[in-house]
């Protein structure tokens, strides 16, 4: 189930935009201006809100990583940068030829920021130094959708004459959907998470248009390290144009919004549809899903912006799920029992509801309950004869999410180094797009490694980039906890 938590009224023009922190909710209007709201006191708006520099209206907003910086662009040409907690305007980011902007994006580790123009060009700033980095021709359309992949490395494009394009950093193409979409694409976005087989890359990118399609597409690197698109899912359950789309933080979900007045939620593995919602009275043209809550935002050009909480995986609201669960304790993660008190068949239980059906007779097999579920490591899993990796990366980012679960002081799996698992002191960026602790990954590389601790693959430079944005988030986290 999904239920209505709040409607916001408080543009003055069309919803074009929305997009969540870990703790805000920012929207963008035809009004010129955006507006951010706590999503930890009821979506009630910040002292500072609206912020109001642009001076046409605004097209996207984006937050960073970490959740200290938004960023909006607008037909004015300009890209603006400002503080999330202050509301002060940091940088203006102007289009060399001042062309109208429709998308813009930030990087995962806020290093780069992109915005994609209605001349057919993309422009790249260095977010340190706010320079120009390149303005480069994609298209001899609008760009409308862009954005960039998990690992940081490429960029997907979007424009009016319905192609997909994806992209290095340095604006080489690296592959070309031609008519992806019939009659243009609206929207783009890559699911958080991404897969490695047989030390191989492979993406997910969800794509909308104006034929009324949401389409999921695998985006992978071949033996020849050659990049690939093929299309996996075409989604038709909106009859009219697919204004928006966007993952949820787990990748399991995948949300659009369409002309037909109509929010659709997917179960993004299967392609199947969950639920529609049909609360808004006009074109929904913006959907955000929050990167730590089960909540959903939708805006729309009926001025309006809607905040929806999901329920259970099964689409139970949570009193539900909790009711259920301590009824045959078939769903012991929403009962909360101690995870060393879980039985084998609790475990097999949770497996399922992660999506990981797969494992369950390996599970059977080795007698695992929650104790020794709790005590999987890199090592131990490589023992149970998981033979993808994969999947076994994907177990152990449900584990180590379950423990945090149980307990709320535990810091968040992304500040922890992949290295050594414990919380980062100076988290540096390496060439695989990866956030390490400075000290193991320059101790990795001593030790004659050359390729990547994440992904086995060769690190094209031992260069390391500071995180800075991820060390400010620890620091806050720290200051919190």
């Known amino acids: 189930m999904v239920s209505l938590l709040h409607t916001l009224r408080d543009h003055t023009d069309e919803v074009r935009c929305c997009s969540f922190s870990p703790s805000l909710l920012a929207t963008g209007s035809g009004d010129k201006s955006l507006r951010v709201y706590s999503a930890s006191t009821g979506f009630t708006e910040l002292p500072f809100s609206p912020l109001t520099a642009h001076g046409y209206g605004v097209h996207c907003c984006c937050f960073s990583s970490c959740g200290g910086y938004l960023l909006s662009c607008s037909t004015d040409g300009l890209a603006l940068l400002w503080s999330a907690d202050t509301g002060e305007l940091l940088a203006t980011l102007e289009h060399p030829s001042r062309s109208p902007l429709r998308v813009c994006a930030l990087s995962p580790d806020s290093s780069r920021m992109l915005a994609g123009a209605c001349d057919g060009t993309v422009a790249q700033w260095d977010f340190r130094s706010r320079k120009l980095l390149s303005c480069s021709a994609v298209s001899e359309a609008s760009v409308v959708a862009c954005c960039f992949s998990p690992c940081g490395q490429m960029f997907v494009s979007g424009c009016t004459n319905g192609d997909l394009k994806l992209w290095d950093l340095q604006a080489s193409l690296l592959n070309s959907q031609k008519d992806a979409h019939d009659l243009g694409v609206t929207c783009c976005t890559f699911a958080p998470q991404f897969t490695i087989e047989e030390c ?14 949401l389409k999921i597409w695998i985006v992978a690197q071949d033996e020849r390290d050659a990049w690939t698109m ?27 919004g369409s002309v037909d007045k109509s929010v659709t939620i997917y179960n993004a593995n299967l392609g199947t549809l969950l639920h529609t919602l049909k609360q808004h009275d006009r074109y929904v ?3 955000a899903v929050s990167p730590h809550q089960a909540v959903i935002a939708t805006g729309s050009m009926d001025r309006s912006v809607n905040v929806w909480r999901m329920g259970g995986e099964l689409g139970e609201t949570e009193a539900e799920a909790q009711q259920a669960s301590c009824q045959g304790r078939k769903l012991p993660v929403h009962c909360r029992l101690l995870l060393a008190d879980w039985t084998e068949e609790d475990v097999q239980n949770w497996l ?27 090592e131990t899993v490589t023992e149970l004869g998981i033979e993808s990796v994969g999947l076994r990366g994907r177990l152990l980012r449900r584990v180590n999410a379950l423990k945090a679960e149980q307990n709320g002081s535990e810091a968040p799996d992304h500040f922890l180094c992949p290295i050594t698992r414990e919380l980062m002191k100076d988290p540096v960026i390496a060439a695989d797009g990866f956030s390490y602790e400075r000290e193991s990954i320059e101790s990795w590389i001593r030790g004659k490694h050359k390729t990547s601790p994440m992904t086995n693959l060769p690190l094209r430079t031992t260069l390391l980039t500071p995180n800075r944005s991820l060390k400010m988030a620890i620091t806050h986290w720290k200051s919190d906890h």
């Open 352 to 378: 399922c509801e992660e999506g990981l059906e797969k494992l369950v007779d390996v599970f059977k097999a080795n007698n695992i309950d929650g104790e020794e579920l709790s005590r999987l490591s890199k």
């Open 230 to 256: 093929k299309l996996l899912h075409s989604l038709a359950a909106q009859s009219a144009p697919v204004l928006s789309c966007a993952f949820s933080p787990d990748g399991e979900l995948l949300v659009s």
């Open 285 to 287: 043209t913006a959907v």
């Open 200 to 213: 191989a890359l492979e993406f997910r990118l969800a794509s909308c248009g104006q034929d009324s399609r």
